[in-house]
């Protein structure tokens, strides 16, 4: 009996204390993730959000309010999301979730979303609201600074809003939303002007850069730039569309 015990523990030894015959270090593709963060990126942009005490219903006042741009243009930018029935759709740093509700919605019949954040406390109040708004084609999904956690191909749309200057490793988050995205996939991206002279203080030291160094993000990480969309009521934030490639294309362009 003890010898079994001592085989099954050598079993379940990871690979790599039971002994092996040399082997050559695995290449790294990609440089450690954290040479990845952005040198310019306040410190701590994200502690609110993973707080377990996070109070959502200051974040439900500071978000869901008409004197904010995205909310109270939220059917126009609907509009330029071009949902369509049976559309999987991804919205990535959902927050409170008022458009993963809208898309839920439009994205009918057959259509499902992903509200993916690195909040607990959000996800849970997304899920909680749906269950009593009787939403039944949502899902709450727990992402990492590093990947939005989403199956490969496995969705039409990606939506990110005021979160893209949230990200603490861009590149690495960029190359989970391209493998997450069908090929021909849309990316949609709103976040903030960062215009020095123009910008007030604060979005100056909170954004860590510009519509052009973020586009500019976009297409290093694998994407095709399709349009600005200008939206009415929008002073302070743009509205970016872009593309996951066809296979074909894209290996075309190499
Ligand atoms: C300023 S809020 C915007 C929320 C929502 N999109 C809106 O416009 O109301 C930024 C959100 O991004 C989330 N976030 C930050 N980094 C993230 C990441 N790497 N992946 C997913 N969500 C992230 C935060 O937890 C937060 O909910």
């Not at 949230?166 to 215009?195: C, W």
Request: hydrophobic share 40%.
């Amino acid at each position: 009996m003890r010898q079994l015990g001592w085989v099954l523990s050598l079993l379940l030894l990871p690979a790599g204390l039971v002994a092996q015959p040399p082997v050559a270090p695995p290449r790294t593709v990609d440089p450690p993730a954290a040479d990845q963060r952005p040198a310019n990126l306040p410190e701590g942009i994200n502690r609110n959000f993973v707080d377990p005490d996070m109070d959502i219903a200051e974040w439900l006042g500071r978000f869901e309010i008409e004197s904010r741009e995205v909310f109270a243009a939220r059917q126009q930018v609907l509009e330029a999301c071009e949902i369509r029935p049976g559309d999987r759709i991804a919205d990535v740093g959902a927050g409170t979730g008022f458009y993963s509700r809208l898309f839920a919605e439009h994205s009918l019949p057959g259509g499902w979303v992903y509200a993916v954040d690195i909040s607990p406390v959000f996800l849970q109040h997304i899920t909680e609201q749906a269950l009593d708004d009787g939403v039944t084609n949502l899902t709450a999904v727990l992402g990492t600074s590093l990947s939005v956690t989403l199956p490969p191909e496995s969705v039409d749309l990606v939506f990110i809003c005021d979160t893209y200057h949230h990200f603490e490793y861009p590149p690495r988050t960029l190359a989970s939303i391209r493998r997450a995205l069908k090929p021909g996939g849309r990316l949609v991206l709103i976040d903030f002007e960062r215009i020095p002279g123009v910008t007030r203080e604060f979005l100056m030291n909170h954004v860590r850069a510009g519509k052009e160094t973020f586009r500019r993000e976009v297409l290093q990480a694998g994407f095709e730039f399709r349009d600005e969309v200008s939206i009415d009521g929008f002073e302070e934030n743009y509205l970016l569309r872009f593309r996951k490639p066809q296979a074909a294309e894209a290996s075309a362009a190499q």
